[in-house]
C-alpha cells in the first residue's frame, strides 16, 4: 500500500509539472520562393498566429515547393502528413475545382471578390469540395489577374481569330488548353518544373497559365513580350486538414481563423496594386507590355466562353457548374 501511495505521488508531481496544453508546430507549403511577397505575407500571419496563441500554435513555412509539387502536397494535406498550404487547387485530384480557374470567368476586381471573396459562389462550392477531401479551407487568397508571356514579339494579341503560330506551354489541366486554342495559339501541356527550359530551348515561344507576379519571379529572363490579357483570375486556397484544426484548442482555433481572415482581407486590397507592379517590374527588366482595349478584351472574353466553356462545363458536369455560372451571371 506505501509503495502505491509514493507511486500515486509521484505521477501527481508529473502531472503538475507537464503543460496544461500541447504546442502545435504546423507545417505550410507554397509554391512561390523566399523572396515572393506571398512568402512575406505568410511570415506575418504566421507571427500573428503565433503571438495570438501564446507560441500555442506555431507555423513552419516551406517554400517554393519544399513539400512537393502542389497535387502531392493537396494529398498529403488531405491525410494530415502536411498540416497546411497556400496552393491553386490540384484539378486533378477532382476536375470540379477546374470551376475555379475557368477563363474568364470574372473581368475585374470588383466582380472577382463577389465570386472568390467570403461567401461568394465560387468559395463557397470550393470549400464544399475541398471538404470532400478533409481539408478545411481558411480562406481564398487572390493572386492576380493571368495573362501571357513571349519570348518573341506579339502577334495580334487583342485578336483571338488570329492564327498567330505561336506555340504557348499551358498547365496540363484541359481549361487551359482550350484557353489557348480559342484565342490563336497553339496550346502545349508542360508540367511548370520543365516550362523554363522549354522556353529556352525554344519547344515553345511562351508561357500561358499565369499572370505578371508569376512571370516575373520565374520567366522574366526569357520574356520579350507580356500581354495582360485578364485571361484567367488566379486564386489560391489557404488550407489545413480538417482533423488537425478541429484537434487545436478552442481558444486556439478561433484565433488561427482569425489571423487567416485577416491575412486573406488584406490581401485583397493590396493585389490589384501589387499586379500592376509586376507589369512595370517586366517592362524594367525588358519586356514590351502589350496593352489591350476594352474591346479587345471583350473578344477575347467572347470567344472563350463560345468555345471553352461548354466543354469545360461538360468535362465538370453541367448539374455541378450551369446553376454557379448561372448565379455569377446576374
Not at 71 to 99: H, N
Request: no cysteine; glycine share 8%.
Amino acid at each position: 500500500m506505501r509503495n502505491y501511495l509514493l507511486g500515486s505521488a509521484a505521477l501527481a508531481a508529473l502531472l503538475t509539472l507537464a503543460p496544461a496544453t500541447k504546442a502545435e508546430e504546423l507545417k505550410l507549403g507554397h509554391i512561390r520562393p523566399q523572396a515572393s511577397s506571398v512568402h512575406q505575407e505568410l511570415t506575418e500571419f504566421a507571427e500573428a498566429v503565433a503571438q495570438t496563441t501564446g507560441g500555442e500554435t506555431t507555423i513552419q513555412l516551406y517554400p517554393a515547393s519544399a513539400l512537393g509539387d502542389y497535387t502531392v502536397v493537396q494529398e498529403r494535406v488531405s491525410i494530415g502528413a502536411i498540416e497546411m498550404a497556400l496552393q491553386p487547387p490540384a484539378t486533378g485530384l477532382d476536375r470540379r475545382m477546374q470551376l475555379s480557374v475557368m477563363p474568364y470567368l470574372v473581368e475585374d476586381w470588383e466582380a472577382a471578390k463577389k465570386a472568390f471573396g467570403p461567401g461568394g459562389p465560387i468559395s463557397t462550392e470550393m470549400t464544399k469540395l475541398y471538404a470532400e477531401q478533409d481539408i478545411t479551407v481558411l480562406g481564398a487568397y487572390p493572386v492576380y489577374f493571368g495573362g501571357i508571356a513571349l519570348n518573341r514579339d506579339a502577334i495580334e494579341p487583342g485578336n483571338p481569330d488570329a492564327k498567330k503560330g505561336i506555340k504557348l506551354r499551358v498547365p496540363p489541366i484541359r481549361s487551359y488548353q482550350l484557353l489557348g486554342e480559342a484565342i490563336g495559339y497553339i496550346s502545349t501541356p508542360i508540367p511548370f518544373s520543365e516550362a523554363f527550359t522549354a522556353i529556352q530551348t525554344g519547344v515553345v515561344d511562351g508561357v500561358l497559365g499565369a499572370g505578371a507576379e508569376g512571370y516575373y519571379a520565374s520567366f522574366r529572363d526569357v520574356t520579350q513580350s507580356y500581354i495582360p490579357a485578364n485571361t484567367h483570375f488566379e486564386v489560391w486556397y489557404l488550407l489545413i486538414n480538417t482533423g488537425v484544426l478541429e484537434g487545436l484548442e478552442d481558444t486556439a482555433r478561433a484565433n488561427l481563423e482569425t489571423a487567416a481572415a485577416e491575412f486573406v482581407a488584406k490581401r485583397w486590397e493590396v493585389a490589384p496594386t501589387e499586379q500592376k507592379t509586376f507589369e512595370q517590374r517586366l517592362a524594367q527588366a525588358g519586356a514590351t507590355i502589350n496593352e489591350l482595349t476594352s474591346e479587345e478584351l471583350s473578344a477575347l472574353a467572347t470567344s472563350v466562353r463560345e468555345k471553352v466553356w461548354p466543354e469545360v462545363v461538360n468535362d465538370i458536369g453541367a448539374d455541378f457548374a450551369q446553376p454557379i455560372l448561372d448565379q455569377l451571371a446576374k
